[in-house]
């Protein structure tokens, strides 16, 4: 049993940056796969990045450029780190670890263990 927490949402401007971390509570995320997902108020949940236990990252195209996911191994911990904020990222964001098949990388459904969430909000 893994249970993510995320932490690093907060308030910040347009251009602005936050960089969200997601440790665990319990279990390990070692050899697991990793993503970050948003929902937005009235919106159904999203993709945003994932990082495969291969190493591989993927990302939604709006935030291409601008986000990066990353892993400590040694403090068990992922990152979200967001750059260039703007009000179309203003969410709720999750952290989510799975045992993941490639095509399926992307679907909220295929990941098991999933965090609390923690709030970005962008002012412009």
């Known amino acids: 049993q893994i249970q993510p927490v995320e932490s690093g949402g907060g308030l910040v401007q347009t251009g602005g940056s936050l960089r969200l971390s997601c440790a665990t509570s319990q279990g390990t995320f070692s050899r697991r796969d990793m993503a970050w997902f948003r929902q937005a108020p009235g919106k159904t949940r999203e993709f945003v990045a994932a990082r495969r236990r291969d190493g591989h990252t993927y990302y939604r195209d709006s935030v291409k450029g601008r986000f990066a996911i990353s892993r400590d191994s040694a403090k068990d911990t992922f990152y979200l780190q967001m750059n260039n904020l703007n009000a179309e990222d203003t969410a709720v964001y999750f952290c989510?670890?799975?045992?993941?098949?490639?095509?399926?990388?992307?679907?909220?459904?295929?990941?098991?263990?999933w965090g609390q969430g923690t709030q970005v909000t962008v002012s412009s």
């Open positions: 989510a670890a799975g045992t993941v098949i490639l095509s399926q990388t992307r679907a909220d459904s295929a990941y098991a263990y």
